[in-house]
């Protein structure tokens, strides 16, 4: 099951179950994030490079290993594997992970292997404790050997936690999210994402959802498809025209943008008056004016979830971006329309997975 609400305009006290998410300003290759998104769902990786464009990724602190050894990572609803560097790969600025300074590390060694666009990951399975908000279990996790490109070299996180469902996670490992409930650390399999727009840290929640961060009631809507974070879409309209019917609509929190099918996006940017590149980024060299913009249109359930001008338009620097880039996954997982932070900063996001 997956819940809505409008996103509260208050800040919310801390609890013990609950992680700070801060967000990564630094330059980023909208190129290699298009990419890297064609490789998660499937659809046919660009080889074009493009210019970098700043973006905001959210991550959160977990520890791995005894005595604990500190990550930041991205909590990713459309992935389902915990993965972190180890000794080997030629990185700098990054946390590593060292199986023999843990007490509780225990060998697995079975290799993995997971597809970006800017390169494939590489590493092995190793077993240890792993704290996330304060709960500690034992798992299985990715040691990276070998790190996929330069986009990864220059994130201020460390790794990924995938938060997507167990059918999707590489060599059948459990995701970390499924183990808390397996072991019994959490009562409510539930967890929920507040990612903020003006800076601030935002807050993800495990085993519930913040009553401080949102106005009224859920709204709720099931999940189409246990794999990545899927739901049934009946309309999405712009400009008050529908561009899409019983469209597979997927919650993304690992993706910064809207990605939509490459023909929506394209007949969506031109009616934004934006100038799109190579790989489907579309900029201005004029920032459009304030709320002069047509609005985005999510129905599912015969509730609709509006974007605005002020949620898509995204200000880089002295630079405006559209938010809307294009993704052609094949059947038959696609076509899937993917909506990711853009989204999620706009309404606060509850997953539930008992439900």
């Given at each position: 099951m997956f819940r809505a609400m409008n996103v509260a305009a208050v800040a919310a006290a801390a609890s013990s179950l609950t992680i700070p998410l801060s967000k990564d300003t630094s330059?980023?290759?909208?190129?290699?994030?298009?990419?890297?998104?064609?490789?998660?769902?499937?659809?046919?990786?660009?080889?074009?490079?493009?210019s970098n464009f700043e973006n905001a990724q959210y991550y959160g602190p977990i520890t791995i290993g005894t005595p604990p050894q500190h990550f930041k990572v991205i909590f990713d609803t459309g992935s389902s594997n915990l993965w972190v560097p180890g000794p080997k790969p030629s990185i700098v600025g990054?946390?590593?992970?060292?199986?023999?300074?843990?007490?509780?590390?225990?060998?697995?060694?079975?290799?993995?292997?997971?597809?970006?666009g800017s390169g494939e990951l590489e590493g092995i399975i190793d077993t240890d404790v792993?704290?996330?908000?304060?709960?500690?279990?034992?798992?299985?996790?990715?040691?990276?050997?070998?790190?996929?490109?330069?986009?990864w070299d220059v994130a201020k996180f460390d790794g990924i936690c995938g938060m997507g469902w167990p059918s999707i996670a590489v060599d059948h490992v459990t995701p970390p999210f499924f183990s808390l409930l397996a072991q019994q650390k959490i009562q409510t399999g539930t967890f929920a994402f507040y990612l903020t727009s003006d800076g601030t840290d935002g807050e993800l929640t495990i085993g519930g959802?913040?009553?401080?961060?949102?106005?009224?009631?859920?709204?709720?809507?099931?999940?189409?498809?246990?794999?990545?974070?899927?739901?049934?879409?009946?309309?999405?309209?712009?400009?008050?025209?529908?561009?899409?019917?019983?469209?597979?609509?997927?919650?993304?929190?690992?993706?910064?943008?809207?990605?939509?099918?490459?023909?929506?996006?394209?007949?969506?940017?031109?009616?934004?008056?934006?100038?799109?590149?190579?790989t489907g980024e579309c900029t201005y060299t004029t920032c459009p004016k304030d709320n002069t913009l047509p609005d985005l249109e999510l129905t599912m359930l015969g509730k609709t979830y509006t974007l605005q001008q002020k949620d898509y338009i995204m200000k880089v620097q002295d630079?405006?971006?559209?938010?809307?880039?294009?993704?052609?996954?094949?059947?038959?997982?696609?076509?899937?329309?993917?909506?990711?932070?853009?989204?999620?900063r706009k309404y606060y996001l509850e997953f539930d997975v008992p439900n």
């Amino acid at each position: 099951m997956f819940r809505a609400m409008n996103v509260a305009a208050v800040a919310a006290a801390a609890s013990s179950l609950t992680i700070p998410l801060s967000k990564d300003t630094s330059n980023r290759n909208i190129a290699g994030e298009h990419a890297a998104l064609c490789a998660k769902y499937g659809a046919e990786v660009p080889s074009v490079p493009i210019s970098n464009f700043e973006n905001a990724q959210y991550y959160g602190p977990i520890t791995i290993g005894t005595p604990p050894q500190h990550f930041k990572v991205i909590f990713d609803t459309g992935s389902s594997n915990l993965w972190v560097p180890g000794p080997k790969p030629s990185i700098v600025g990054h946390n590593r992970y060292h199986s023999e300074a843990s007490s509780t590390f225990k060998a697995n060694g079975t290799k993995f292997a997971i597809r970006y666009g800017s390169g494939e990951l590489e590493g092995i399975i190793d077993t240890d404790v792993v704290s996330i908000a304060g709960l500690n279990v034992t798992i299985n996790f990715g040691e990276a050997t070998k790190m996929p490109g330069i986009t990864w070299d220059v994130a201020k996180f460390d790794g990924i936690c995938g938060m997507g469902w167990p059918s999707i996670a590489v060599d059948h490992v459990t995701p970390p999210f499924f183990s808390l409930l397996a072991q019994q650390k959490i009562q409510t399999g539930t967890f929920a994402f507040y990612l903020t727009s003006d800076g601030t840290d935002g807050e993800l929640t495990i085993g519930g959802s913040n009553p401080a961060h949102h106005d009224g009631e859920f709204s709720y809507v099931p999940v189409s498809k246990k794999g990545y974070w899927e739901l049934k879409g009946d309309d999405v309209s712009f400009n008050k025209k529908s561009i899409g019917t019983d469209v597979k609509a997927v919650m993304d929190s690992g993706t910064s943008l809207l990605a939509f099918p490459k023909k929506v996006a394209k007949e969506i940017n031109s009616q934004l008056g934006c100038q799109e590149g190579v790989t489907g980024e579309c900029t201005y060299t004029t920032c459009p004016k304030d709320n002069t913009l047509p609005d985005l249109e999510l129905t599912m359930l015969g509730k609709t979830y509006t974007l605005q001008q002020k949620d898509y338009i995204m200000k880089v620097q002295d630079q405006c971006l559209s938010g809307f880039m294009g993704i052609d996954v094949p059947p038959p997982m696609g076509p899937v329309w993917i909506f990711g932070d853009v989204f999620m900063r706009k309404y606060y996001l509850e997953f539930d997975v008992p439900n």
